[in-house]
């Protein structure tokens, strides 16, 4: 008795991951109509080898607890990227450079990050069903670094933090850390980028409704 119980337990069990799985395998970006222009994405190093990496999705250190890219690298699409190397050069002289938290980010990464964040803290992820402007290679998060030193600056948050500190009009903190953050964000905004109203770190790129939602994985990026 005992044991023909057991079979249908299985088979139910059986079909509830094989739906979990195929639901999971199906997701795919939204459908966008209009015109986009070809995808050009360019690995930031390669234009510019002082930035300097922190890409913390290719480690536990992250909102997933887990690595969610096998590859440390990060890309914009090129107009956004150049931009960015203006930002450096604009900052060196000042004594800091950018430090790079990411850049482009495939959409099944983004449908991750929304699947795992609880409804509080949804702010501070995007909708999979829209995309993110990380997915469409024109979003970076980044900060600075002291290029004496090397090391990341301190701003009013952390990078990721899910809370009131990681608001760009956040008045808490130091006058130093404010200071450093209203740095970031002028010098960004000076070649064509804005911050995001949530996160001090977060900024896009102002093309990004000329490219469409990015899905590749960047060891297929040319
Ligand atoms: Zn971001």
Not at 143 to 162: A, C, N, R, S
Request: glycine residues 6%; neutral net charge; charged residues 30%.
């Amino acid at each position: 008795m005992v044991k023909s119980m057991k079979q249908p337990v299985i088979l139910l069990l059986l079909s509830a991951i094989t739906y979990i799985f195929l639901s999971g395998c199906a997701a795919k970006p939204p459908h966008e109509e209009g015109d986009f222009i070809n995808p050009d994405l360019v690995e930031l190093i390669k234009l510019d080898p002082t930035f300097k990496l922190d890409i913390r999705y290719a480690t536990s250190n992250n909102i997933a607890g887990k690595p969610v890219y096998t590859e440390a690298r990060a890309f914009l699409q090129r107009p956004a990227a150049e931009a960015l190397v203006r930002v450096n050069e604009k900052l060196k002289p000042l004594g800091y450079g950018l430090l790079i938290f990411d850049g482009y980010r495939p959409w099944s990464v983004t449908k991750l990050f929304w699947d795992i964040t609880p409804d509080e803290n949804k702010e501070f992820v995007a909708d999979p069903k829209k995309g993110s402007k990380h997915n469409r290679g024109c979003a970076a998060d980044l900060t600075l670094y002291d290029l004496k030193t090397g090391k990341e600056i301190t701003m009013t948050g952390v990078y990721d933090e899910m809370s009131e500190r990681s608001y760009p009009y956040y008045t808490g903190g130091t006058e130093e850390q404010r200071r450093m953050r209203d740095l970031l964000r002028t010098n960004m905004e000076s070649e064509g980028f804005t911050v995001y109203e949530y996160e001090w770190w977060h900024f896009d790129y102002k093309d990004w409704k000329r490219y469409r939602i990015g899905n590749i994985p960047f060891s297929k990026i040319k």
